[in-house]
């Protein structure tokens, strides 16, 4: 079965430093999303990604944050100097039609000290 | 009110057991309409989407009220496998990606 897959699993950073974190959406897929939850609260939606532009952002989502799809198949969002707030799983997503239900990547835990 | 709301739980119930989960969201312009489960510090799983005529997978079967902003997901003949937390989510009303997760009701299916 085709699946969302991310790298690494887990990362250690120190505040201010930036962090990439990489997805392979599902290859048919059109839409791209990331999305975090931090330890015991909910599943939070960061951005979507269509067509090679955000087509939306959360108000988390904000300059230190960037995403980018630099080849047909990577999706990688970047942290440009990360808080210790940032601290968190950051799930990729990825869908094949509008509307349809989001398959999730197994997460990256970045854990930034 | 909050955006997407559950029932934390825990639901205890033994193998075999029938249970339900309710969801009440706030946003009327929604349009699409999920349970996903979550297992711990596990990615969140598309169980099933959830249509106004209501559908059923296998031992699932997910209602929607859209006059109520009600949203519901029925357990039959649970199994161990079951355990998992149970996370309703709905889209923001406009937005077709940018969804809205519950905080999620856990059960736990003993045996």
């Known amino acids: 079965e085709p699946e969302v897959t991310q790298t690494p699993s887990h990362q250690v950073t120190q505040m201010g430093q930036e962090v990439i974190l990489r997805c392979v959406p599902i290859s048919n897929h059109l839409y791209f999303y990331w999305y975090r939850q931090i330890l015991g609260q909910k599943v939070e939606f960061l951005v979507s990604?269509?067509?090679?532009?955000?087509?939306?952002k959360s108000e988390i989502f904000d300059d230190q944050f960037s995403v980018e799809r630099p080849d047909g198949s990577n999706f990688t969002l970047k942290i440009r100097s990360t808080k210790l707030e940032d601290s968190a799983m950051y799930f990729c997503a990825s869908q094949q039609g509008a509307f349809e239900g989001l398959f999730f990547g197994s997460g990256t835990q970045l854990s930034v000290l | 009110r909050k955006e997407v709301e559950q029932d934390p739980g825990p639901f205890n119930v033994p193998e075999g057991a029938t249970v339900a989960f309710n969801c009440t969201y706030s946003?009327?312009?929604?349009?699409?309409f999920f349970w996903y489960r979550q297992d711990c510090r596990k990615e969140p799983k598309l169980l099933m989407s959830v249509y106004s005529s209501g559908n059923e997978d296998g031992r699932f079967t997910a209602q929607l009220n859209r006059a109520s902003q009600y949203i519901s997901l029925l357990i039959r003949d649970s199994k161990l496998s079951d355990s998992a937390t149970y996370l309703c989510v709905v889209n923001r009303g406009g937005s077709q990606g940018n969804l809205i997760f519950g905080k999620g009701t856990k059960l736990s299916v003993k045996p």
């Open positions: 946003n009327s312009a929604s349009q699409s």
């Open positions: 990604f269509y067509n090679n532009e955000i087509s939306e």
